[in-house]
């Protein structure tokens, strides 16, 4: 016997374009879990089955079609600066978003990240508060997922950590170029003054975009380093430019400023002690360092030896430590002259009397072979071709006294002179140079004296050595004040003359 219900019921609400009512006042409630049964849940507003174990629903998956990062351009790609303090905004477009819609940043090694606020719009927008410090360059790329309350979800986008490039030195940075260092090269401060770093190590390339460097210097397009010699100037001179750094898409500019300096030279002849104020950004000085010269002795004496000499160039010093320094005396009558020092550097005194100094003093006539001979202390840096002393020359005697003559004093460019028979030795040869502008001898040494009938040479040395006195009762000559130069000896004077002062050069 058929059922009534196979003639009533069969297919009456499946045709037409109303569809099919699954069911109504369902919710996830009032449930009942059998397999296969089907229904609609008001609650979820999904078709929802039940598998035998738990009910799935039946959904449409969330689609994502563009990102924006902070009001900048839609697109599937960003980088974002983990340095940047604070949050970024995440603007997600798409379609199928349910208001239950929940974020996620997947990471593809690592941690994900879970936004800070999640708001969804409607269907098609949901806005995101992510924070910067929350991404690790090591963890990237990152994926932009929204999971609907089906669970359903979709994937979407890369998302790398690109910090911000950042300029080694701070904007409108000056760098002092000084005369004595305008070769430029690396181990300067001026070599990386425009010169950035990127966290992620990616290459960076370099354009000078605004202004013009010093001439005679030039930027690297591939490491920022500025090289070259700049070119001498009469003044002070600023030049101002601007160099852009890039890495990657990310461009940053800064302008900073060299000023080179022009040539300044002290000469220093005032004895005693004094302090040299060294100037922030100066780390070396060319020096001329000059001690006192000898004095010589009484009756038929030798020359007093010229004080030591020390020329060293691109000398170190501290910026903005001062410099401690003593200008030397000149040796009295028949005594050693002082030492003259800079720092670390000491050029002894000439020796007086047939002694030992920075350059020997001669010999006297009697007796008549003894002679003082050069001396210098090791000094810092010094390989033996900085520091000038000679010794002194040998004095003569006969008797009767067909000579007796003193030897000459020894110079920084040469040995005093020997005596001999009616011939006073004559003094050493001073050294020449040009640090303060013109050439210049310093530290001759002085001529020996001569007996009464004396008749050859007793010249002092070139550089201010002191002559010697000839006639009967003739006194030498004293040293030449800050030359460091030697007195010359005299013939039958009851009293020498005295040694030169030192002096101190020191140029940058």
């Known amino acids: ?75 599937s790609s960003f980088a974002i600066d983990s340095n940047a303090s604070g949050n970024s905004t995440l603007v997600i477009t798409g379609s199928f978003f349910d208001s239950g819609a929940s974020v996620l940043i997947t990471a593809n090694s690592g941690a994900n990240i879970t936004p800070a606020s999640t708001s969804v719009v409607n269907s098609n927008r949901i806005e995101c508060s992510i924070v910067n410090s ?53 181990g300067s401060s001026a070599n990386t003054l425009a010169v950035a770093t990127d966290a992620e190590g990616d290459t960076i390339t370099y354009a000078l975009t605004a202004g013009s460097l010093p001439g005679g210097l030039s930027l ?62 100066l780390t070396a000085v060319d020096v001329l360092v000059v001690a006192g010269g000898a004095g010589s002795g009484s009756t038929h004496n030798g020359g007093g030896g010229a004080g030591g000499l020390i020329y060293r160039p691109a000398f170190p010093v501290t910026p903005g430590t001062p410099l401690a320094y003593t200008v030397a005396t000149g040796g009295g009558a028949g005594s050693t002259g002082a030492d003259s020092t800079f720092g670390s550097l000491t050029a002894k005194g ?75 030795g004559p003094g050493g040869a001073g050294k020449e140079y040009t640090i303060s ?35 009967p009762g003739a006194r030498g000559q004293a040293g030449t004040n800050n030359r460091g130069s030697g007195a010359g000896g005299g013939n039958d004077s009851p009293s020498g003359e005295n040694g030169g002062s030192g002096i101190i050069i020191y140029k940058y």
């Open 1 to 75: 016997m058929a059922d009534l219900r196979d003639i009533t019921g069969k297919n009456r609400r499946f045709t037409g374009t109303t569809g099919v009512t699954v069911s109504s006042g369902a919710n996830s409630a009032n449930r009942t879990d059998e397999e296969g049964r089907f229904r609609y849940n008001t609650a979820t507003k999904l078709v929802e089955f039940y598998n035998g174990t738990e009910w799935k629903a039946l959904d449409t998956p969330p689609v994502i079609t563009s990102l924006n990062l902070n009001s900048g351009a839609d697109g």
């Open 350 to 424: 000439g020796g007086s009397n047939a002694n030992n100094g920075g350059s020997g003093g001669g010999a006297p006539h009697s007796p008549g072979n003894n002679n003082g001979t050069a001396t210098q202390p090791t000094q810092p840096g010094d390989s033996g071709s900085f520091g000038f002393g000679n010794p002194g020359g040998l004095g003569f005697y006969t008797s009767p006294p067909t000579g007796a003559n003193g030897g000459g004093g020894g110079g920084a460019a040469g040995a005093g002179g020997n005596a001999g028979p009616n011939n006073m």
């Open 437 to 471: 502008g013109s050439p210049v001898y310093y530290a001759g040494g002085g001529a020996g004296g001569g007996h009464t009938n004396a008749t050859g040479s007793g010249n002092g040395g070139i550089g201010g050595g002191g002559n010697s006195g000839r006639g």
């Open 134 to 186: 929350d991404f690790v360059f090591a963890n990237e790329p990152y994926q932009v997922r929204v999971t609907n309350s089906s669970g359903l979800l979709f994937n979407f986008g890369s998302i790398t950590v690109d910090t911000a490039l950042t300029f080694n030195n701070a904007a409108d940075t000056t760098e002092l170029v000084f005369d004595g260092s305008r070769t430029i090269s690396d």
């Open 220 to 281: 690297s397009t591939s490491s920022g380093k500025i090289t070259g010699t700049a070119t001498q100037v009469g003044t002070d001179t600023t030049s101002t430019f601007t160099v852009s750094a890039t890495a990657s898409s990310t461009t940053i500019s800064r302008q900073f400023k060299i000023t080179v300096k022009a040539s300044v030279t002290v000469s220093v002849t005032s004895t005693g002690a004094g302090t040299f104020a060294v100037p922030t950004g």
